[in-house]
């Protein structure tokens, strides 16, 4: 396990680069249909929970109105569609909002595969995910509850899954749930708007 960590920075350091090499024009073109459709920050950034319990700063493009509550998750919004923009929409359906995490996987804060970072505010699954381990791994773009569920799935079930995640972490576990995400992606499966 503690050689595979090692290993997994790597390929996520070369991944992030490799990806945000190859998708700079669709990354700029998002940016530039998101300033179009609204004026004000192009990014958002929230707090989020990290591994080991650190906070860190977690960006997305952004896909709702600058008047939309800022920290709160959006299946806990009572009407989260009246918030979210047109190209926002369009944003989430295909995960093109998640491309600035490339930037926290590089950083560090994140990895490609791993628990998906929750804001501080969701003590509950926080204190779950601490009771499994969950929390000892970094957060990932992608993880388990992601393709078995994802927004479907209630925080008991997903702090199970990431505590299964934590303790069988290896090659062949990641590359199943970045081949599963990537279906899940194409086919927009379990997309909550």
């Avoid at 319990?53 to 493009?61: C, D």
């Avoid at 369009?90 to 560090?108: A, C, H, M, Y």
């Avoid at 505010?121 to 601490?130: I, M």
């Avoid at 590359?175 to 927009?188: A, D, E, G």
């Amino acid at each position: 396990m503690v050689v595979y960590t090692h290993i997994k920075r790597l390929l996520d350091v070369l991944l992030s680069c490799t990806l945000l090499t190859i998708l700079s024009p669709v990354f700029f073109a998002v940016m530039f249909a998101v300033n179009l459709e609204a004026k004000g920050n192009i990014f958002f950034k929230q707090r989020r929970m990290g591994q080991n319990g650190r906070p860190f700063t977690i960006y997305k493009f952004r896909t709702m109105h600058p008047d939309a509550p800022h920290n709160v998750a959006s299946h806990d919004l009572t009407d989260a569609k009246r918030f979210i923009s047109p190209i926002g929409r369009f944003l989430r359906i295909t995960s093109l909002d998640e491309l600035p995490q490339l930037l926290n996987v590089l950083k560090g804060d994140m990895s490609f595969v791993g628990p998906r970072p929750v804001i501080l505010q969701e003590t509950a699954l926080l204190a779950l995910r601490h009771e499994v381990g969950a929390d000892r791994v970094r957060p990932g773009i992608t993880g388990l509850a992601q393709i078995c569920g994802r927004d479907h799935v209630c925080d008991l079930q997903k702090a199970a899954y990431d505590g299964l995640y934590a303790r069988h972490c290896c090659f062949g576990l990641d590359l199943r749930i970045l081949l599963c995400s990537v279906k899940y992606v194409l086919k927009r499966e379990d997309v909550c708007l």
